[in-house]
């Protein structure tokens, strides 16, 4: 299998690059060359942004399928959607939970893939896309849009992966290390007043899967997730476990919640991706290894 990657420069991203070349496919990974790339793999230097830039990076090349890992607007979608025409026969899109931001309730039931049809869902070109403030104040909608366009416009196949909150050691954002600075320093944990449960996944779980997916012949969005749901407080305890120290948790009337507290629920319907074959693991069981890595 020949398999381009648009982005896979860190995080879960490397780890799929790794899994796929592991496997024996031929990857190349197309970047900005922020970062080396591993062995044994091809890199392209290019901004997806560029489009002149990408169509000379991808002049005479072809590939069986393409994991996009950072597209966050219909604009970068568009740009793919040409750029990849008569390119690749497939096209896989990571996208996110948080496509379902504003539709979850408190108590309320796992959220299927068809609560956003993005077959449907409107897109809107003219919004400042290219901005990149207004793109990360809207991440739930420039996702949305993107999956949009490409399942509307693309001339090829497109499977849309939307990943639950994906924790695993070498996490950029910090969030794990926030719990296991304050709790080991004995120092309270902001959350909501009900904090709601959230659907999961392990990052080489998640690396797995997208490998699993870029040889699949699915289409349309499916959910991600590991099995069982995990609230911030179930979160605290687990982090209280391994430091072997109890957490402080108090209810946010002011100041900012800690960075995994949900008012709403974030679990996602993992019906379809059982019915295709694919068995992710269970939150518990990876959960207590992950906190244990990041806490070196």
């Given at each position: 299998?020949?398999v381009c990657v648009i982005g896979g420069s ?46 000379a990076a991808l002049a005479g090349r072809s ?102 909150h994906v924790l695993g050691a070498g996490d ?125």
């Amino acid at each position: 299998m020949d398999v381009c990657v648009i982005g896979g420069s860190r995080y879960f991203g490397r780890l799929l690059v790794e899994e796929l070349r592991d496997a024996g496919a031929t990857v190349t990974v197309i970047n900005r060359g922020s970062a080396p790339v591993p062995r044994g793999v091809i890199h392209l230097r290019a901004d997806r942004d560029d489009e002149a830039a990408l169509n000379a990076a991808l002049a005479g090349r072809s590939f069986d399928v393409v994991v996009d890992q950072v597209c966050y607007s219909p604009l970068q979608a568009a740009i793919a959607a040409r750029a990849f025409t008569g390119r690749t026969r497939r096209y896989v899109l990571t996208s996110t939970v948080e496509v379902y931001a504003e539709l979850g309730r408190p108590g309320g039931a796992a959220l299927p893939e068809q609560a956003v049809d993005p077959s449907a869902w409107p897109v809107d070109l003219g919004l400042a896309w290219d901005d990149p403030q207004f793109r990360a104040e809207r991440y739930g909608e420039g996702k949305r849009q993107a999956e949009a366009l490409l399942t509307q416009e693309a001339p090829f196949d497109v499977a849309v992966v939307r990943t639950a909150h994906v924790l695993g050691a070498g996490d950029f954002t910090g969030r794990l290390d926030h719990y296991i600075e304050r709790i080991e320093q004995g120092l309270p944990v902001v959350v909501h007043p009900a904090p709601q449960p959230a659907s999961f996944v392990h990052a080489p779980e998640i690396a797995r899967f997208l490998a699993w997916a870029a040889a699949a012949d699915f289409t349309g969005p499916v959910n991600a997730a590991s099995r069982g749901t995990l609230g911030v407080r179930e979160l605290c305890a687990a982090v209280g476990r391994v430091v072997g120290l109890e957490p402080r948790l108090v209810a946010g009337t002011g100041e900012p919640v800690s960075p995994l507290s949900f008012d709403r629920s974030y679990a996602m319907d993992t019906g379809r991706v059982d019915r295709l074959g694919f068995r992710f693991g269970a939150v518990a069981d990876w959960l207590p290894l992950v906190l244990k890595e990041v806490r070196g």
